[in-house]
């Protein structure tokens, strides 16, 4: 079974551009959930999927937005880039999204650099 | 304000002992813990859960406890390897079981030297 994919993986845009991620989940998966990896701050959560509708957001601004296809897989923008948003972006998926029973699967992520 | 802390930020150990790391966490009330290991470049790689009414949990050379009057968990290698050298990073999950309700800890770097 092939692995969690996302595209690109790596990527660099200047101050004030927008950017959109990829990420393919796991065959059969409904859950995908995104993360922001970056040294000061670890690994913090961004929003999760599920079946096309957003089930959950973290605390970023508006910049940050996301959506499912019907297929499952997901894409993130990421507008008006800041310094700041210079980070790793990891893309995860689970069968349903239950962190207490399924296992999340993470992709290789998409390392952002903003110049 | 909830909080994790994994115990130094890198840890050295010969080849062959055991491991120890170390999730101390304030403010918070797990349901679960997992524990994750990430090579450089790569995304996290899922390792255990333990729920908080399970002492301990094994997997193969792994041992993982749990206790949480200490609010603390222990992630053990035994007979490591240089094969074992990554992060390692300790999540605590509650209050729910989405993806938004697990908090992770920074991570501890691993090098076990030969």
């Known amino acids: 079974k092939a692995g969690v994919t996302q595209t690109p993986r790596y990527l660099i845009k200047t101050r004030g551009q927008q950017v959109t991620l990829s990420c393919s989940p796991i065959?059969?998966?409904?859950?995908v959930s995104w993360y922001q990896q970056t040294p000061g701050q670890g690994l913090q959560f961004l929003f999760e999927?599920?079946?096309?509708?957003?089930?959950n957001k973290g605390n970023f601004p508006g910049r940050f937005s996301g959506r499912q296809f019907s297929n499952s897989r997901s894409e993130m923008n990421v507008s008006t880039l800041e310094l700041g948003d210079s980070a790793l972006y990891l893309c995860?998926?689970?069968?349903?999204?239950?962190?207490?029973?399924?296992?999340?699967?993470f992709g290789p992520g998409t390392r952002l650099t903003v110049l | 304000s909830q909080k994790i802390e994994q115990n130094s930020e890198a840890l050295n150990i010969q080849e062959g002992k055991t491991a120890t790391l170390t999730c101390n966490y304030t403010?918070?009330?797990?349901?679960?813990l997992q524990w994750y290991r990430q090579d450089p470049g790569r995304g996290p790689v899922f390792l255990l859960l333990?729920?908080?009414?399970?002492k301990e949990k094994r997997k193969e050379r792994l041992k993982v406890t749990f206790d949480t009057t200490l609010k603390q968990s222990l992630f053990h290698i035994t007979a490591s390897q240089p094969a074992d050298s990554a992060t390692y990073l300790c999540?605590?999950?509650?209050?729910?079981?989405?993806?938004?309700?697990?908090?992770f800890g920074s991570g501890t770097r691993l090098s076990i030297r030969p």
């Open positions: 995860a998926s689970s069968l349903n999204g239950d962190q207490s029973t399924d296992t999340q699967y």
């Open positions: 065959s059969g998966h409904r859950s």
């Open positions: 999927y599920f079946s096309e509708t957003q089930r």
């Open positions: 403010n918070y009330s797990p349901a679960y």
């Open positions: 333990i729920r908080e009414n399970e």
């Open positions: 999540a605590l999950g509650g209050g729910g079981s989405s993806a938004s309700k697990i908090i």
